[in-house]
């Protein structure tokens, strides 16, 4: 998975059109807008589904990232 030009790593193309919209109305557009989110916050929104999840957690892996892990914040 390349980067665009902007440096960003881009949301998997294998992801449901229901739920690329549900992300990019939440505002996550790349991997990186990913990360600031649990896969609980994920799964509540609208349109993404349980298979979003595993796509998501497949792309994050490759790149050294992950979802966001609220349990250590207060």
Do not use: W, Y
């Amino acid at each position: 998975m390349a980067t665009d030009e902007g440096g960003a790593i881009p949301l998997p193309e294998k992801l449901s059109n229901p739920a690329k919209r549900a992300l990019e109305a939440a505002g996550i557009r790349s991997l990186q807008d990913v990360i600031c989110f649990t896969e609980r916050e994920i799964l509540a929104l609208h349109g993404v589904g349980p298979k979003t999840i595993p796509a998501l957690q497949a792309a994050l892996s490759e790149h050294g990232l992950g979802f966001a892990d609220r349990a250590d914040k207060r």
